[in-house]
């Protein structure tokens, strides 16, 4: 495993270290060539990592690596720097959004308070110095990361409403924290699960106009259509149909966005009249399809 610097291709990307001087942002698509291993210095304050597609492992101290697989987040709450390791696998894309707030500007530009966020949070312990949390992303948050990564607005424009976006993103995570207590997962997934269901979803994105039925799909991965849905449903946070429903949506974006494909096509691509289309689509990137 390499530990040197990064050999990457970016499908896109982008970085914005002063939005403002209380927030930073950086985001795109990143694909390793090989294995990677990364060493961070976390500065006190909340750091944000959406994870829209893809995965990522950190590893605090001595503790095991933890896996972050999209759509989900990880945040972390710190009053003194701290130290992480990453992981990175070779090959499969990591599609991300980062937005870091620093301590020093959480009470005087924002009016929050670091330890009754923690205690909002319900964050776990990592020392006295940090806490972390990691959730799967509901649908209105990955609503608003494939946003940010799918900006059609270039110049002074695209900055300002990614600093927006990124502000609304934080208070969205952070305000939806509460409601989240009831999504854990309630069984374990073995290792075993957990491989064959990520591999059903590769299969998915691989097939997208052409995916397989559940009973095939179960085949596919050496499972049953029962231990499919719900385990599909418990590691993702979405159906198997929902989650094909919502890469073909986001297809649409990138293609509509870069002027591709007219709506009636895109509409088609996705399994929809154009009527019934525009509506999905409006509601999940909040604008019509004809304003891209």
């Known amino acids: 495993m390499s530990t040197a610097a990064p050999s990457l291709a ?107 966020l923690a205690r909002q949070l319900d964050a776990q312990p990592g020392s006295s110095q940090y806490l972390t949390v990691d959730r799967r992303a509901d649908k209105l948050v990955q609503a608003l990361g494939t946003q940010m990564l799918m900006c059609p607005l270039q110049g002074a424009m695209r900055h300002i409403y990614l600093s927006g976006k990124a502000l609304e993103l934080m208070a969205t995570v952070v305000a939806g924290m509460g409601q989240a207590a009831d999504e854990r997962p309630a069984v374990a997934l073995s290792s075993q699960d957990v491989r064959r269901l990520q591999r059903a979803q590769d299969i998915l994105r691989q097939q997208l106009h052409d995916t397989p039925s559940l009973e095939q799909l179960a085949r596919q991965v050496g499972t049953n259509v029962n231990k499919l849905t719900l385990g599909f449903r418990q590691l993702f946070g979405t159906s198997v149909y929902g989650f094909v429903r919502e890469q073909r949506l986001e297809l649409a974006y990138r293609m509509l966005a870069a002027g591709e494909i007219s709506v009636a096509d895109a509409a088609r691509a996705s399994g929809y009249t154009s009527s019934h289309f525009s509506k999905v689509f409006r509601k999940r990137f909040g604008l019509a399809p004809s304003a891209l």
């Not at 130290?83 to 929050?112: C, E, K, N, W």
Request: net charge negative; aromatic share 8%; hydrophobic share 45%.
């Open 10 to 116: 970016p499908a896109y990307g982008w970085e914005l270290p002063s939005v403002s001087p209380q927030v930073s942002l950086a985001g795109g698509v990143l694909q390793f060539d090989e294995p990677l291993q990364m060493t961070e210095v976390v500065e006190p304050g909340i750091k944000l990592v959406l994870v829209l597609g893809g995965q990522l492992r950190y590893q605090l101290r001595d503790s095991q690596a933890i896996c972050v697989q999209g759509p989900a987040f990880h945040m972390s709450l710190s009053d003194a720097p701290f130290t992480v390791q990453h992981h990175f696998d070779a090959a499969a894309p990591l599609q991300y959004i980062t937005v870091r707030m620093p301590s020093s500007s959480l009470g005087d530009a924002f009016g929050l308070d670091l330890a009754q």
